[in-house]
């Protein structure tokens, strides 16, 4: 298989997870409704060859699950955030850039978010 199409076949997948329009389910045992993410922080870990972006969800249930780009169906999840809950289009050069820098950022926070126009 060349590379191009293990790079089809990667932003295809969606690995652990099940979407409906209202939100997802993660390794069909927790509902999640995109309504009740209250926020999303993201971050790098130093691996010491190389850096690994991790993606840490807090719930309005206090709950908080993580995830990172080597989680199956991690590509298709961030588009599904900048889709229902409209994180930051900056995001990945803001925690990316520069290397082996934990660069951590909240790229949603449903508390500043103002819904008057």
Known sequence: M?????????????????????????????????????????????????????????????????INEETPGYYQFMLKLEEKIQISPTWFPDVAFPAFERNEAVIYDKSKISFSQ
């Not at 790079?7 to 389910?25: C, P, S, V």
């Not at 926020?39 to 840490?56: G, Q």
Request: glycine fraction near 4%; charge should be negative.
């Open 2 to 66: 060349s590379d191009e199409e293990n790079l089809r076949l990667y932003k295809e997948d969606l690995g652990i997870f099940t979407y409906t329009e209202t939100g997802f389910d993660l390794e069909n045992n927790k509902y999640v409704n995109w309504n009740d993410i209250r926020k999303v922080t993201i971050y790098k870990e130093d691996l010491i060859a190389i850096d690994c972006i991790y993606i840490s969800i807090e719930l309005e249930t206090d709950e908080v699950f993580r």
